[in-house]
């Protein structure tokens, strides 16, 4: 439990995104629905890992990497949207919240940490002589819930304190850092 909530809390792409939706579009709705696209996209990764994905992944290096590099080509796609906000004048004003569950759902899903961690790490600790299928399940529903409570106190916080950021250059400057950090990221996927 506390190395599932020490994954969950360290910061990576799914916080990034929430952080910069709270912040960008002033109003927590949209990293909400974010949040649920990456719990839909952790559950259909358990999913996939106990009809065998994770098996497959592991035999076939190169799908593996074909992965990753999907992960890094959706990370530097947000990053280059990111530049293009921070470099509009003035920042864009509010967008339509309809594609925050896909942003999530793809930034999740594409996330190869979170698919080996949920498809390779958490099996681990199915007791023996339990039902691996139920015992995964639970151990998965569990995470993820986990990882909503975190993601909505993540939102809540961000809310929270940018109330005092919100303004042109807060947003510029949002999207400026963001970029660097999906870039970051998916230069990781690429480089691992």
Wanted: hydrophobic share 60%.
């Amino acid at each position: 439990m506390v190395s599932s909530l020490l994954v969950i809390m360290t910061p990576g792409p799914d916080m990034a995104l929430v952080t910069q939706l709270v912040l960008t579009r002033r109003r927590r709705r949209p990293a909400i629905t974010a949040a649920a696209g990456m719990i839909t996209a952790g559950a259909a990764q358990v999913a996939l890992g106990m009809a065998g994905l994770a098996a497959l992944l592991a035999v076939n290096p190169a799908l593996f990497r074909a992965f990753r590099w999907a992960g890094a080509a959706v990370l530097l796609f947000w990053a280059v949207r990111a530049l293009r906000a921070a470099a509009s004048d003035p920042p864009p004003a509010e967008r339509p919240d309809r594609h925050a569950f896909t942003q999530g759902l793809l930034c999740t899903g594409t996330n190869p940490k979170v698919c080996i961690f949920l498809m390779a790490f958490l099996p681990q600790f199915v007791p023996a002589g339990a039902d691996p299928v139920v015992g995964v399940a639970r151990l998965a529903t569990v995470y993820l819930a986990m990882g909503l409570v975190w993601l909505l106190v993540w939102i809540n916080l961000t809310s929270l304190f940018g109330r005092y950021l919100y303004a042109p250059t807060t947003a510029r400057v949002a999207n400026w850092i963001i970029a660097a950090v999906f870039s970051m990221f998916a230069l990781r996927l690429i480089l691992e």
